[in-house]
DNA sequence: GCTTGATCTAAACCTCACTTGAGCTTCCAA
DNA sequence: TTGGAAGCTCAAGTGAGGTTTAGATCAAGC
């Protein structure tokens, strides 16, 4: 175990590509850990480079930090993935995917149904159904759609 | 013209599933306009039911508010979309879930490669690619990736 | 005329995922 | 030994998309 095992913040931010304000954020929100020198500095476990790239990929599929972290969590040794981890949450990510994908289909459907009739009638053609949280996934209220948008009336 | 064709803004909130202080926030947006009363109160176009419809659909696709007013502002005649416009307006909705699906599935064929190799190499795998905005539409700054995730090494 | 519920405005507050700034300390190479 | 880069903490700011609160006013039925 050399010295070299231990990186400095700035590193882990030039290898992964993420602000050092951004890592010391997720720090403070529990998705790595950081051992600390005499003088307070952190020091990081060159596997944290792995760690700190898969809540990137985590997040590119729409996962919260919150959502991440649970994932994290769940580790064995509470440690960076492994392989066989990284199997395990892969392929949990991928069926993630496939419900976006399919969700989008759904919408796709819809609006094709929409195309030349432009009634816009939320019953008729079904834009609204709840189950359709295509691209739900936004910025923080989106709680309408889903929360109320049950009892939606018939334009008109 | 009946006095039925204005309606108070409770009933457009309940009509199209939306609070009326965020009804409120869409006219201070310029999404939508309102009458008012001697006394004050908006008074709403029964149409605009189906323009609030067309901000929740657009919403849901992952249009900002903000390219939301610019479409509406297209509008020939400034007014709720018709059976042409949504004709229009629609097509283009298809092709930005295209873009979704695709961007989507390019994610999944890259993930695809990575489980079973647990690498996390970013140069290998590839899921860091500026070019997959996948779930890239999110909360607000998330410039991080595709402003510098250009000069990311490979994981050690 | 009165009461009740809906509406009004303005400003403050909320979440998420960070960034920025101020003011100060540590580390390390020359 | 020293100077400057890099690090530290804590508080506040950002922006999207709203909600909440407070206190006042309006509209309609009895």
């Known amino acids: 175990m050399h010295r070299t095992d231990l990186i400095?913040?700035?590193?882990?931010?030039?290898?992964?590509?993420?602000?050092?304000?951004?890592?010391?954020?997720?720090?403070?929100?529990?998705?790595?850990?950081?051992?600390r020198t005499r003088g307070g500095q952190r020091r990081f476990l060159r596997a944290d480079i792995r760690r700190v790239s898969f809540i990137l990929i985590a997040q590119q599929l729409g996962l919260s930090l919150e959502e991440i972290a649970a994932e994290l969590r769940r580790l064995p040794a509470g440690r960076t993935p492994n392989a066989a981890d990284w199997t395990r949450i892969s392929t949990g990510l991928r069926e993630r995917i496939d419900g976006q994908i399919a969700a989008l289909e759904r919408t796709r459907k819809l609006l094709g149904t929409c195309i030349g009739c432009g009634c816009l009638s939320l019953k008729k053609c079904g834009l609204y159904n709840p189950q359709d949280k295509a691209a739900q996934r936004g910025a923080g209220p989106r709680y309408v759609l889903g929360d109320r948008a049950t009892e939606i009336a018939e334009v008109g």
């Open 8 to 35: 400095m913040i700035g590193e882990l931010a030039a290898r992964t590509g993420v602000a050092v304000s951004a890592i010391r954020f997720y720090e403070a929100k529990g998705l790595v850990e950081a051992l």
